[in-house]
């Protein structure tokens, strides 16, 4: 598998904290981005090219595509930091055989059917669903929204979320 230093869900994907404090606290020198829809627009993948620090390479990729190009062989001194706007894509990956220890939830905003989950994460349904899977694939699922802050366990809020069924 290809040098993951961080598996961060993130709905506005590369942005200040992603550039100016994940990555160089991480040494990251990629950023693989996994979203279909995002992958299929043109404009937005140029604008989140554009968004990178100086050095990083950005692949903007469907999560079949970022499934294939995290079970390649490593490179030599790639560092790569894997975003994607919903834990379903990770768990997606996980139960393809991508060898993901650790995802990190940053801010996931409320919309749709997403309900408060922990700090400024909001969570549907099939979130809370995903992360309980990668969870159950011994996945270590944390909120943390910058690398300063102290890492905030999710069991407490994925309880909460199944007190209202």
């Not at 140029?46 to 100086?54: H, T």
């Not at 909120?143 to 069924?165: F, K, S, T």
Request: net charge negative; hydrophobic share 50%.
């Amino acid at each position: 598998m290809r040098n993951v230093v961080l598996a961060r869900v993130d709905d506005r994907l590369i942005h200040g904290e992603v550039v100016s404090v994940w990555t160089p606290n991480l040494s990251a020198n990629c950023i693989l981005v996994a979203d279909d829809a995002v992958a299929q627009d043109k404009f937005n993948v140029r604008v989140l090219k554009s968004l990178a620090p100086d050095g990083v390479k950005v692949f903007v990729a469907t999560v079949e595509g970022a499934i294939k190009g995290l079970l390649k062989d490593p490179v030599p001194g790639e560092r790569v930091l894997v975003l994607t706007k919903s834990p379903i894509a990770y768990a997606r990956m996980v139960a393809a055989g991508v060898p993901i220890k650790e995802v990190n939830l940053g801010g996931m905003g409320i919309r749709g059917e997403r309900k408060p989950f922990i700090k400024n994460v909001a969570a549907d349904p099939d979130e809370v669903v995903a992360i309980e899977q990668m969870r159950a694939a011994g996945v270590h699922v944390y909120y943390q929204l910058v690398p300063e802050q102290a890492v905030i366990e999710v069991d407490d809020a994925l309880a909460r979320a199944h007190e209202g069924e």
